[in-house]
């Protein structure tokens, strides 16, 4: 049974910082597909980031400079290291992974509350 985790979610004045984990069990992130997406109130959910198995990371431009994602394939979670938080940054943010056989799986949600 594959399962997410997700931690560090808060609430951080703007310009702070956060640091968000997926633990994840059931499957192997160094040969999965991992990302970071988020949806705020009203909005539809959105990509952040994504780390490819084989492939360079990528980023939306809103996040792009600020945001990081990394792994560590032994202890099998992804990270998403977050810089000069904008209130605009507010909102539930997910973990993401989709495997080789194109199975996706989804976290619980982590919330992460900017305030200005």
């Known amino acids: 049974q594959v399962q997410l985790v997700e931690s560090g979610g808060g609430l951080v004045q703007a310009g702070g910082s956060l640091r968000l984990s997926c633990a994840a069990s059931g499957i192997a992130i160094s040969i999965t597909t991992m990302g970071w997406y988020r949806q705020a109130p009203g909005k539809q959910r959105e990509l952040v980031a994504v780390?490819?198995?084989?492939?360079?990371?990528r980023y939306s431009d809103s996040v792009k400079g600020r945001f990081t994602i990394s792994r560590d394939n032994a202890k099998n979670t992804v990270y998403l290291q977050m810089n000069s938080l904008k209130p605009e940054d507010t909102a539930v943010y997910y973990c993401?992974?989709?495997?080789?056989?194109?199975?996706?799986?989804w976290g619980q949600g982590t919330q992460v509350t900017v305030s200005s």
């Open positions: 993401h992974a989709e495997t080789a056989w194109a199975k996706n799986y």
């Open positions: 780390f490819p198995s084989g492939g360079s990371t």
